[in-house]
Every structure is written in C-alpha cells, then in structure tokens.
C-alpha cells in the first residue's frame, strides 16, 4: 500500500525536472570569454611588469608619486617583495616583487608562472594581450547583439521593482550568506542578485576596461584625443584599467565559488549541455 499523509492523501514527493536554461549562442560565447579572460589577464600582468607602478593624471614616473606599486628591496641573501597601496606596505616575497624561477630568486611584480609568455617579454605579452583583447570583443559583440535580438536580457537580466527593493534585495544577500540558493520554481530564473551584478559587469565593467584599454593606445588617442581628456591622462586610464580588470578577477571567484557551493555538476552541465535540473514538488512520473 502507498504511503498515506495524516489527511489520508499520498504525499507529494520530490521530482527532477530538465529545463533549457542558457542557449547555444551564450554557452559558447561563456567558454570563449573564459579562455579570453584567462589570457588578458595573463598577458596584462606581463605587461604591467614591464613598470609595475600607477599614477593618477597625464604622467607617470620615477620622479612622481605612484598610488600602487609592487617592488623588491635587496636583502642579505635574497630579494624581498612588497606590495604598496598609498601608504600601506605589505610583504609579499614569493609571490609580489620578488619570487623563485628554476630555483633562483628573481625581482618581478608578477611571478613567472603567472604570466604569458613567462620570461620578461613587453613585446610578446602586448602582442597576446592585445588578439586576445579583440577576440574577447568580437565575443562580447556577438553575445549582445543575441541578448537585445533573442530578448536575453529583458526575459533573463532585467529585474523587477520588487526584486530591486532594498528589503529583496538584503533578504537575498543574507540567504547568500547562509549559503542557501534558490530550490523550486525559483531555481528557474536568476535572482536579483545576480541580474545586477551580470548588468553592472556586462554594460559597466567590461566597457570601462574596453575604454581605459584604448585610451592607453597612441594610435587610438591620436584618432580620439577627447578619450585623454575625458580619463583625465594616460596614466589614470592606466589605474581604471588595472582596478576594472581584477575587479572582474573578483567576480569570477565569487561566481566560481557559487557555482560550485550550489551544485557543480548541475550548473557545469547547463553551460555545456544547457540542460539544467531542478527538483520540484509534484508526483513521481
């Protein structure tokens, strides 16, 4: 006989359900990014080792004040790392300023195993940073142009009144804390949370990391000298490219993590097979 609740019905059990959560286009447009985003970021701290220190305003040099540098002091028996941000100095030997290559100590902002091409090479780091860069836009062309056409982000990304109220807003915030993520009918569709934070680094983030990243290019300011002025220097756009981009850095750890704390295959396999599972209340089939 069928298990029977206290009113005399059978229960209503846990089922799976698949539903088609990402497209093709935003699966492979995902994965692209990935491999985009790795290399940049690669390739930039190749060349930022070239002069690892920032300046705000239209120049930047020895003689100026830096906000941000990562340096080496000389010690008895090796070099000595340090990361300085304004007048903060933290020691970072071994991995900032000073690390090990082949079993030697070497003065680099950036370890070697960090870096594309490993070796200190400006030429060959702006050459990779640089396809990867305009890849990583013709990417990000397609995947808008998608989003406004297929109505990606008004179906998907565009939040409610409701969802944006302050109290939504930090009753999602302690939920994410407590490390408890949406079940159900909610499991569908992103929540508030994360339709800002993919809104602010889709039409934030990455345009402003786009533009500070041509800014710093003589060839473009020469064709649009206006991006020096609206900057306020070169060398700002330096600092705004810099902060941009590990902010970015920061997102996709906290988006790993997520992914992983709220089910690494379940969400691994949306992004390669767009199928997505959801357990739900009903009858078993």
Known sequence: MADIDATGAPPVRPRTIYIRRHSIVTRLTHWLNVLCLSLLLMSGMQIFNAHPSLYWGQYGGDGDPS???????????????????????????GLL????????????????WATIPSYQDLAAGRRWHFFFAWLFVFNGLIYLLYG?????????????????????????IIE???????????????????????????????????????TMSPGIDAGYPFLL?????????????????????LFVLVHVAMVI?????????SMVTGRY????????A
């Not at 002025?229 to 850095?249: K, L, P, S």
């Not at 704390?261 to 396999?269: E, V």
């Not at 599972?277 to 078993?284: S, Y």
């Open 67 to 93: 906000w941000l540098a990562i340096s080496a002091t000389d010690g008895d028996t090796q070099p000595y790392g340090n990361f300085r941000v304004g007048s903060l100095t933290i020691p970072t030997t």
């Open 148 to 172: 406004f056409i297929a109505g990606h982000f008004r179906r998907d990304l565009a939040p409610t009144g409701a969802e944006i109220s302050p109290h939504n807003i930090w009753h999602e």
């Open 97 to 112: 300023g000073a690390s090990k290559e082949d079993g030697q100590w070497a003065e680099r902002a950036f370890p070697a």
């Open 261 to 269: 704390l709220s089910g690494l295959w379940n969400n691994m396999r």
């Open 176 to 214: 994410h804390a407590r490390l408890r993520f949406p079940k159900g009918e909610k499991a569908k569709r992103y929540n508030a949370l994360q339709k800002l934070t993919y809104l602010i680094v889709i039409f934030i983030l990455l345009p402003l990391m786009l533009a500070t990243g041509l």
């Open 229 to 249: 002025d609206f900057f306020g220097g070169r060398q700002t756009a330096r600092g705004i490219h810099f902060i941009t981009a590990w902010t970015i850095v």
């Open 277 to 284: 599972a959801i357990r739900t209340e009903g009858e078993d």
